[in-house]
């Protein structure tokens, strides 16, 4: 009777063939100083036994394991995945991630980490035991909370934290928060907007904070007034409601708002339209991410584009190329773009 595939281990091959388990491991992962006749006889064993190179067979020998681990957060993954609402970050990582790994002949495989868990080492420990990464990717919030970026460190496995800018361990990458809050305020302010409001996500991101920063610069260097303009979200819609309407309320209400999610934007959209205004002719209104819901809404929403699939892409690249080797002051800065649709027009006079 034939062999069973899945129980063919590396010790089958290496008594077909006649060597050792470390022959057999050199030869899987195409290791120099070979003998070309042994690497053909472990060949053809593994050929004719229907041997998969699995990740412990390739890490017997110390070598690498061509895997790359990305972390999100899974609290947040899992209900976008489950509102069915079109947020695409996770598409957009894989996109650029998992292409810029093919190219380079790796692997990237995706885990969801709860940040907010007592567990998240052991989580954590958990999959590098079980994948051995040869680098893992961390994404907001995971890229800021210590638990995490110092296991890693102690293990010492190169990772890339995007959306962090603190100094440390691993690899800071941002999408350029504050030049893209400063582009879509700019871009109002150019239509004459005088009054631009800003809806702010949590706090628990820095990268919240960053963008409250670029929309305050570019008022200031417009000469406009922006105190009492900043509401706070949690970059759901709820919060995006509470926020629109409060800042609508304002005896000078805002004649444009950014909002710092899809979600938030979405909010002060059904906001207008319950009080009567129109968008964009009474108010305009530019959001975070660009996510594929925003060219669907009536208006399509201008949206400033963030690079997820480039900073992604570039985080491999770093990691590959050069791992713990990497040292930098300064963060990588990926910056995206403002892409303008129907949403923002020029304000009425009052």
């Known amino acids: 009777m034939a062999r069973r595939r899945q129980a063919v281990t590396i010790k089958h091959v290496?008594?077909?063939?006649?060597?050792s388990l470390q022959t057999v491991s050199r030869v899987i992962n195409n290791e120099p100083n070979v003998r070309p006749e042994m690497k053909e006889r472990v060949q053809a064993s593994i050929d004719k036994l229907g041997y998969v190179p699995s990740i412990a067979a390739q890490r017997m020998s110390g070598s690498r394991s061509y895997l790359?681990?990305?972390?999100?957060?899974?609290?947040?993954?899992?209900?976008?995945?489950?509102?069915?609402?079109?947020?695409?970050?996770?598409?957009?990582?894989?996109?650029?991630?998992m292409l810029t790994c093919a190219e380079r002949g790796y692997r990237m495989l995706v885990e969801l980490i709860d940040t907010h868990s007592d567990h998240v080492e052991?989580?954590?420990?958990?999959?590098?035991?079980?994948?051995?990464?040869?680098?893992?990717?961390?994404?907001?919030p995971h890229s800021e909370n210590p638990l995490i970026t110092g296991l890693l460190a102690k293990k010492h496995i190169p990772f890339a934290r995007i959306g962090s800018k603190e100094?440390?361990?691993?690899?800071?990458?941002?999408?350029?928060?504050?030049?893209?809050?400063k582009l879509a305020t700019e871009h109002l302010a150019g239509l004459g907007h005088r009054r631009i409001g800003f809806i702010a996500g949590s706090e628990e991101y820095s990268l919240a904070d960053w963008r409250i920063d670029g929309w305050r610069e570019a008022m200031e260097n417009a000469g406009l007034e922006h105190e009492g303009l900043c509401q706070r979200g949690d970059f759901g819609f709820e919060s995006g409601v509470?926020?629109?309407?409060?800042?609508?309320d304002l005896p000078d209400p805002p004649?444009?708002?950014?909002?710092?999610?899809?979600?938030?934007?979405?909010?002060a959209l059904e906001v207008a339209k319950e009080r009567g205004l129109t968008v964009p002719d009474d108010l305009s209104l530019i959001s975070f991410d660009n996510t594929p819901l925003v060219r669907f809404t009536s208006p399509p929403l201008t949206a400033l584009d963030?690079?997820?699939?480039?900073?992604?892409?570039?985080?491999?690249?770093?990691?590959?190329?050069?791992?713990?080797?990497?040292?930098?002051?300064?963060?990588?800065?990926?910056e995206g773009d403002l892409v303008i649709?129907?949403?923002?027009?020029?304000?009425?006079r009052r």
């Open 14 to 19: 290496a008594a077909d063939a006649g060597v």
């Open 68 to 97: 790359i681990l990305a972390i999100n957060d899974r609290e947040r993954t899992i209900a976008d995945w489950q509102s069915r609402q079109g947020t695409d970050w996770v598409d957009q990582m894989l996109l650029g991630g």
């Open 122 to 140: 052991r989580e954590l420990g958990a999959a590098i035991a079980a994948l051995q990464p040869d680098g893992v990717i961390v994404t907001p």
């Open 167 to 181: 100094p440390g361990h691993g690899i800071a990458l941002t999408m350029g928060d504050e030049h893209l809050a």
């Open 242 to 248: 509470r926020a629109a309407r409060a800042l609508l």
């Open 255 to 267: 004649t444009a708002i950014i909002a710092s999610s899809d979600q938030m934007t979405l909010a």
């Open 306 to 334: 963030q690079p997820i699939a480039a900073t992604a892409a570039r985080a491999v690249e770093l990691l590959i190329d050069e791992g713990r080797d990497y040292v930098s002051d300064t963060p990588v800065v990926i």
């Open 341 to 348: 649709r129907g949403s923002t027009a020029a304000p009425k």
